[in-house]
């Protein structure tokens, strides 16, 4: 079962509002991440946990906050978004093997921010 | 520095045309992997095959074939007898062998026309 389930699909959120994204897989993967993509734009690394700890912060401002509960898990907290960030949130998981493993994705969050 | 690009933007062909999307890499490592992702409008990104800097024989799977060549740092990617279900984004990846990030090539929006 290839699956990386993303909550919610789309999310509208104000300036001032807190929210979480989640990700959920149940393939076993210990390196999961997460990606911003902006439309007609490839997807850009933000986060990587690797065995439930950072190890990868590509310079992501701090109003995005990942957290990484269990291996199975991972969350990304956003508070005091700008409309800028409005895009769509990719997570992935897949073996922490270096690069020579797939990411399997899920379907994104499109977050709006007003 | 590590570099994917992908030259093609957009390409339309009519069904049953077969359609090649082009990957050019470069790199530095001498072990890296290549990934080839597909992007529909639902915004999941699909993978679709990786490849090792060591094996450079070609692959097919069904309507799909990857002709990976060192010697020109090209990793493209041919559709025979495309199919309206083929209309999608597809991105070309480059990933180190020691590290969890992918580098994707800016895209191509590939449409096919009944």
């Known amino acids: 079962d290839t699956e990386v389930t993303q909550t919610p699909k789309h999310l509208v959120m104000g300036m001032t509002n807190k929210k979480s994204l989640k990700c959920e897989q149940h393939m076993g993967h210990r390196a999961m991440y997460w990606y911003k993509q902006k439309a007609k734009k490839p997807p850009e690394l933000m986060f990587v946990?690797?065995?439930?700890?950072?190890?990868i912060n590509e310079s992501v401002p701090s109003r995005f906050s990942p957290e990484c509960p269990n291996s199975s898990l991972l969350n990304l907290h956003l508070h005091a978004l700008q409309p800028e960030d409005s895009a769509l949130y990719l997570c992935?998981?897949?073996?922490?093997?270096?690069?020579?493993?797939?990411?399997?994705f899920g379907q994104g969050t499109r977050l709006t921010v007003v | 520095a590590q570099k994917v690009t992908q030259a093609q933007t957009e390409i339309s062909v009519v069904e049953k045309e077969d359609v090649t999307l082009d990957c050019v890499y470069e790199t530095r490592d001498t072990t890296y992997y290549l990934f080839w992702y597909k992007q529909p409008p639902s915004g999941e990104l699909v993978f679709l095959i990786r490849?090792?800097?060591?094996?450079?024989q070609n692959e097919i799977s069904g309507r799909y074939s990857w002709n990976f060549q060192k010697s020109t740092s090209s990793f493209n990617f041919t559709i025979t007898a495309s199919q309206v279900v083929d209309s999608a984004v597809y991105f070309c990846a480059l990933s180190e062998a020691l590290g969890d990030k992918l580098i994707f090539g800016t895209g191509t929006r590939l449409q096919v026309f009944p």
């Open positions: 946990y690797s065995y439930e700890k950072l190890s």
């Open positions: 490849r090792n800097s060591f094996d450079e």
């Open positions: 992935a998981s897949s073996h922490p093997l270096g690069g020579n493993t797939e990411a399997f």
